[in-house]
């Protein structure tokens, strides 16, 4: 049974998260912005602005205080989810951010891009810490954590899924 309809962006979605706590949905779409709903009045509370392309991706971190967005511009947005301020912008990539992806622990954070690389960054500082290159030319299109965080997937354009063990 349909709930509702949530009308709010000019163009396509692309990604859609739920808050850890299901009342909040983020949305991040086609129009280069993300929308933040409350999910149980459909009511819009903020429209955040700071990519100056296509939003492929968004996520937010465990406890959610945070959310992340990856775009066509090749950043990556931390965003206060309360205040809906941006926080930092993570460059890195060579090519447009397919999928970010929070820790479980929420202290790191993923990012897959179709440069064929899959960075790991420290959520606080910025900085990259750890980046898997792809072992062909393939490009990667998604990025996941393991709930006890030991592993990382990555899904690309082949039909491949690869696992990495952290340390």
């Not at 991706?57 to 775009?71: E, K, M, N, Q, T």
């Not at 301020?85 to 820790?103: M, Q």
């Not at 393939?138 to 340390?167: E, Q």
């Amino acid at each position: 049974q349909k709930l509702k309809t949530l009308n709010g962006h000019s163009d396509i979605v692309n990604s859609v998260s739920w808050s850890p706590d299901g009342k909040y949905l983020a949305i991040g779409s086609y129009d280069k912005t993300i929308v933040i709903w409350d999910a149980i009045s459909g009511k819009k509370l903020k429209i955040l602005n700071g990519h100056s392309d296509i939003v492929n991706s968004v996520s937010w971190s465990p406890d959610g205080r945070y959310l992340a967005s990856g775009s066509e511009d090749k950043t990556i947005v931390i965003w206060d989810a309360i205040s809906g301020k941006k926080l930092k912008i993570l460059n890195g990539h060579t090519s447009l951010v397919s999928s970010v992806y929070w820790s479980p622990d929420g202290k790191y954070l993923a990012s897959a891009s179709l440069d064929s690389d899959i960075i790991i960054w420290d959520a606080k500082s910025g900085k990259t810490l750890k980046t898997f290159e792809s072992d062909s030319f393939n490009c990667f299109r998604s990025v996941a954590w393991s709930p006890n965080g030991k592993y990382l997937t990555g899904g690309s354009n082949i039909p491949d899924v690869i696992i990495w063990k952290l340390k």
